[in-house]
T-cell receptor, first 112, second 115 residues
Framework: KNQVEQSPQSLIILEGKNCTLQCNYTVSPFSNLRWYKQDTGRGPVSLTIMTFSENTKSNGRYTATLDADTKQSSLHITASQLSDSASYICVVSSFNDYKLSFGAGTTVTVRA | DGGITQSPKYLFRKEGQNVTLSCEQNLNHDAMYWYRQDPGQGLRLIYYSQIVNDFQKGDIAEGYSVSREKKESFPLTVTSAQKNPTAFYLC??????????????FGDGTRLSIL
C-alpha cells in the first residue's frame, strides 16, 4: 500500500527562525512529489513539485529537497513569518494512475 | 481570476437527507476530483473525472455520487447511505491527460456537519 508519513505532526517556532519538515514515502513507481500549504479553513496551495530527477526546488523562502533513493523529502522554511502558520502537506504521485497519496500534514505555528 | 469555487462554505445535513456540494472551475481543466479531509488524516479520494460524462470511484466512494455533465462543474452528492459524513470536502482540478506532473488546484472547501 502506498503510504506517505510526515514528521513532526506539529511544531512551534519563533518568527524569523528556520524549520525543516520531513516526509517519507513508500509510493512506487514514483512519479513526483509535491508540497502543499494549507491555511486553516482553506484549500491546499501548491508550493513545489519535484520529479525523480530533481533533488531540490525553491519557491521563495520555501526549499524542498528530494532523495528518491531513500524515498525521503524535506521542506525547509527560511526566516519564518507569521503568515507561514499553516499545515504543510506532502503528496506523492505514482506513474500507475492519476491518484495521489497524501500525508497527514505538519502543522506549523509561528509565534511573534 | 481563474480558480475553483466551492459552495456552500458550511452545510448541515439532517438524518436521512441527501445534500449536494457544488464545485465550479474556470481554469479550463479536463480533470476534476473530490477529496474528504478528516482531522489527523491525509486527504482521501472520493471520486474523480478525467473528462466530461465520465467519472471513476476513488478509495472511499460508498455513500457518495457525482455527475460531470459540464467541463466546469463537478457536483458531489452526499447520500443518506454515508453514515459518517462530517468532514471537510475539497474539490480539485488539473489539466489531466498524460502529464502527471501538473499540480492539482484546490477550492476552499465545504465543511459538512450533521444536525
Amino acid at each position: 500500500k502506498n503510504q506517505v508519513e510526515q514528521s513532526p505532526q506539529s511544531l512551534i517556532i519563533l518568527e524569523g527562525k528556520n524549520c525543516t519538515l520531513q516526509c517519507n514515502y513508500t509510493v512506487s513507481p514514483f512519479s513526483n512529489l509535491r508540497w502543499y500549504k494549507q491555511d486553516t479553513g482553506r484549500g491546499p496551495v501548491s508550493l513545489t513539485i519535484m520529479t525523480f530527477s530533481e533533488n531540490t526546488k525553491s519557491n521563495g523562502r520555501y526549499t524542498a529537497t528530494l532523495d528518491a533513493d531513500t524515498k525521503q523529502s524535506s521542506l525547509h522554511i527560511t526566516a519564518s513569518q507569521l503568515s507561514d502558520s499553516a499545515s504543510y502537506i506532502c503528496v506523492v504521485s505514482s506513474f500507475n494512475d492519476y491518484k495521489l497519496s497524501f500525508g497527514a500534514g505538519t502543522t506549523v505555528t509561528v509565534r511573534a | 481570476d481563474g480558480g475553483i469555487t466551492q459552495s456552500p462554505k458550511y452545510l448541515f445535513r439532517k438524518e436521512g437527507q441527501n445534500v449536494t456540494l457544488s464545485c465550479e472551475q474556470n481554469l479550463n481543466h479536463d480533470a476534476m476530483y473530490w477529496y474528504r479531509q478528516d482531522p489527523g488524516q491525509g486527504l482521501r479520494l472520493i471520486y474523480y473525472s478525467q473528462i466530461v460524462n465520465d467519472f471513476q470511484k476513488g478509495d472511499i466512494a460508498e455513500g457518495y455520487s457525482v455527475s460531470r455533465e459540464k467541463k466546469e462543474s463537478f457536483p458531489l452528492t452526499v447520500t443518506s447511505a454515508q453514515k459518517n459524513p462530517t468532514a471537510f470536502y475539497l474539490c480539485a482540478s488539473s489539466t489531466g491527460g498524460t502529464d502527471l506532473n501538473q499540480p492539482q488546484h484546490f477550492g476552499d472547501g465545504t465543511r459538512l456537519s450533521i444536525l
